[in-house]
């Protein structure tokens, strides 16, 4: 699944920290991944790939979903807010996104749900566009994009632990990791 060239370097670095958790926990069965906001299904096809885990990927939009769906079945693809999600407490390893959080209309309730439906000790990496810097500003969205210190505040908020917040080389894309606290 093709990324486009400004996300390679954030994406694959996430799925090196996903492969490296698994290294260390050795599970009998596939890790679960949980995509929030996946549009078309790009980034969660790629972490099937990549990772071989088992990937969720869910989108409030149906047409999107559908289009995702037609792609693959190897990744599940639900129509589904990420303010309230259907999902048990304690289902997923990792929830993962994509230049999706500043469109999320309330991203404060989809952070504390992603925490909700992360296992303890479950890890949520959120790739965004970086607010209040040059490079971003020309983007159509760019108010609504979290500065670094925002999002550490926001994952901070929805009750995870160990944040990093980390930019690419060129500054215009996170990567804001935390950990559900057990
Ligand atoms: C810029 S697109 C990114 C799509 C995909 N992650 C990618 O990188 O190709 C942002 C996505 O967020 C989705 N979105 C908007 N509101 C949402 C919500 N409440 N819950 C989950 N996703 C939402 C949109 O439908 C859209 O598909």
């Known amino acids: 699944m ?18 490296r958790e698994e290294g260390k926990l050795k599970p009998k069965q596939r890790l679960k991944i949980l995509d929030i906001g996946c549009g078309t299904g790009k980034f969660a096809l790629y972490l099937r790939e ?9 989108d409030p ?7 995702a769906r037609m792609k693959s079945s190897s ?12 999902f048990a407490n304690n289902t997923f390893d990792f929830v ?8 999320i209309p309330d991203h404060n309730d989809a952070l504390k749900e992603s925490n909700r439906v ?3 000790g479950g890890k949520i990496f959120i790739i965004d566009w970086v607010g209040g810097v040059a ?11 979290f500065t670094r210190e925002r999002l550490k505040e926001a994952l901070s908020e929805a009750g995870f632990g160990t944040i990093r917040i980390e930019t690419n080389k060129r500054g215009e894309l996170m990567v ?4 559900k606290l057990v």
């Open 96 to 103: 993962a996104s994509l230049k999706a959080l500043h469109e």
């Open 50 to 58: 990549e990772t071989g885990c088992e990937v969720t990927g869910i």
């Open 2 to 19: 093709e990324l486009l060239a400004n996300e390679v370097e954030l994406v694959n670095e996430l799925c090196k920290r996903i492969k």
């Open 75 to 86: 990744v599940t693809f639900e129509v589904q807010s990420a303010e309230e999600m259907s």
């Open 135 to 145: 490079q971003t500003q020309s983007h159509a969205h760019a108010q609504k994009y």
């Open 118 to 120: 992360l296992k303890g």
């Open 176 to 179: 804001g990791e935390g950990e």
């Open 61 to 67: 939009v149906r047409e999107k979903i559908e289009k």
